[in-house]
């Protein structure tokens, strides 16, 4: 679907501007927001491009750079920490042959770091996409890869 067709199923309020940067975002097959869609934004909402850039690049969750089709978000915040999530995040880098932040050459993977997912009666957790996975273990992990690995 073409940017405009995204936005333009929005008002054009200022208010908007999250909800379109999201839809925008899950719209593109690399996960990002590309400079066409910020200035895109920009003008519908009718505010400056660096307003739109300020907000995009302040959310973590929004990403100005090329990223996998599936992007696993690790929880490093104090329970998960406490729960062994380091060994959770060096068994992803290991299955994915990459470091946090980098994306497998096939662009099916990104692997980033998060704050608390608000998950933590049940940690350790990690999220693909808007999906949320808890009680990591090695064994748990290399099973919903393989599922993703799969698709
Ligand atoms: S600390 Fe990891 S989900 Fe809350």
């Given at each position: ?10 008002a054009?309020k ?9 839809a925008l ?8 927001l590309?400079e ?18 300020g ?8 990403s100005?750079?090329?990223r ?6 690790v929880c ?9 999530v ?6 992803l ?45 090695k064994q748990k ?9 799969a698709?």
């Open positions: 679907m073409k940017n405009q067709e995204i936005i333009k199923k929005f054009p200022q208010h908007n501007l999250l909800e379109i940067l999201h975002q899950d719209n593109h097959p690399q996960n990002y590309t066409d869609a910020l200035e895109e934004t920009a003008r519908f909402l009718n505010i400056t491009k660096s307003a739109v850039y907000v995009a690049g302040y959310y973590t969750m929004f100005l750079k090329p996998g089709r599936y992007i696993i978000r490093v915040s104090p329970v998960c920490e406490i729960l062994k380091n060994e959770v995040l060096a068994h880098e290991s299955e994915l042959g990459l470091s946090a932040g980098e994306t497998t050459p096939c662009g099916r993977f990104t692997l980033e770091v998060s704050e608390c997912l608000g998950q933590c009666q049940e940690a350790p957790s990690m999220m693909i996409n808007q999906k949320v996975y808890n009680n990591l273990s992990i290399s099973k919903i890869l393989n599922s993703y690995r698709k």
